[in-house]
């Protein structure tokens, strides 16, 4: 499975980006848990935002809770991760990552995924 991210780069504090998370064809990202991923440097890697397959139920780290916004377009076979009110902690590799556990109930950890995107850089500073 290949997913393709890509939409990072840099931003002021308090503005936004859009990251896309693109699944090879043969691949339905609809039939798969898909989680998004940070790492900032120094720090392990952690989940921020999932999607469920089928009902899609949503879920999110309370650091970014009400800022985040996780969406799936089946026609395009697309996974996004709209960031809004972005802050200098939010700085950090993201990833996007098929095949693992979502639930709105819980965290999501790297180690449930088996398949992932090679990851976009994502910076917020003045």
């Known amino acids: 499975v290949q997913l393709q991210a890509s939409g990072g780069g840099l931003v002021q504090p308090g503005g936004s980006l859009r990251l896309s998370c693109a699944a090879a064809?043969?691949?339905?990202?609809?039939?798969?848990?898909i989680g998004w991923f940070r790492q900032a440097p120094g720090k392990e890697r952690e989940g921020i935002s999932c999607?469920?397959?089928?009902?899609?139920?949503?879920w999110y780290a309370e650091s970014v809770k009400g800022r985040f916004t996780i969406s799936r377009d089946n026609a395009k076979n697309t996974l996004y991760l709209q960031m809004n009110n972005l802050k200098p902690e939010d700085t950090a590799v993201y990833y996007c990552?098929?095949?693992?556990?979502?639930?709105?109930?819980?965290?999501?950890?790297?180690?449930?995924?088996?398949?992932w995107g090679q990851g976009t850089q994502v910076t917020v500073s003045s």
């Open positions: 990552a098929a095949e693992g556990i979502c639930s709105k109930l819980g965290s999501i950890y790297p180690e449930e995924y088996d398949y």
């Open positions: 064809s043969g691949f339905s990202l609809d039939a798969s848990s």
């Open positions: 999607i469920r397959r089928g009902d899609g139920i949503t």
